[in-house]
């Protein structure tokens, strides 16, 4: 099985800071990574796709980066409708999803 | 609009079955270019994904939970089920259907998730 580490678990951070998430893989997955965003009592909404393509439709200020086993979640400048947890997801062999990041305002 | 809606019962018994379906509506369950999935929540705890199945009835399921889960469809009711045995506590959670898009490979449209509680 292939695991996913995501770090932070949790942040605090001040409107319009820049917020970098990070996912690892336990084995090469090559691209095969997606991000999403839940809010509360929300279903997950999909942002990034093959770990750096933007969803249509998704603010710019979101971007993802990274191949292999590591990869990067960006919220350029945080806004105050970005409070929600994320996700990454693997899809290489079956689907795993990251241990999640809450991203809280300071 | 595609929707995707779960039913099922809120409450189960320790060591029965969870059975929830999830209704497809505003788009067809019979296409190549999807398949469909459930997935899970605890309260409070992050997502894992239970298993997928294909509108010609091709499943694919996590390891962890394969001994103890089925999920089938039914292309007559634009619907797919979800079968989960020898329920325990740990299977308390938010289950919810979501459609995994293909080639692009992501889950684009979730149903709003219902809450199954195991407890006697």
């Known amino acids: 099985d292939i695991q996913m580490t995501q770090s932070p678990s949790s942040l605090s951070a001040s409107v319009g800071d820049r917020v970098t998430i990070t996912c690892q893989a336990s084995q090469d997955i090559s691209n095969y990574l997606n991000w999403y965003q839940q809010k509360p009592g929300k279903a997950p909404k999909l942002l990034i796709y093959?770990?750096?393509n933007l969803e249509t439709g998704v603010p710019s200020r979101f971007s993802g980066s990274g191949s292999g086993t590591d990869f990067t979640f960006t919220i350029s400048s945080l806004q105050p409708e970005d409070i929600a947890t994320y996700y990454c997801q693997q899809y290489d062999n079956q689907l795993t999803f990251g241990g999640g990041t809450k991203v809280e305002i300071k | 609009q595609l929707q995707l809606q779960e039913s099922g019962p809120g409450l189960v018994k320790p060591s029965e079955t969870l059975s929830l379906t999830c209704t497809v509506s505003?788009?067809?369950?019979?296409?190549?270019?999807?398949?469909w999935g459930w997935i899970r929540q605890p309260p409070g705890k992050g997502l894992e994904w239970i298993g997928s199945i294909y509108y010609s009835g091709s499943t694919y399921y996590n390891p962890s939970l394969k001994s103890r889960v089925t999920i089938s469809v039914d292309t007559s009711k634009n619907q797919f089920s979800l079968k989960l045995s020898s329920v325990t506590a740990a299977d308390t959670a938010v289950y919810y259907c979501?459609?995994?898009?293909?080639?692009?490979?992501?889950?684009?449209?979730w149903g709003q998730g219902t809450l199954v509680t195991v407890s006697s």
């Open positions: 505003g788009g067809s369950i019979s296409s190549s270019s999807y398949y």
């Open positions: 093959d770990a750096s």
């Open positions: 979501a459609r995994w898009l293909l080639p692009k490979n992501y889950f684009d449209y």
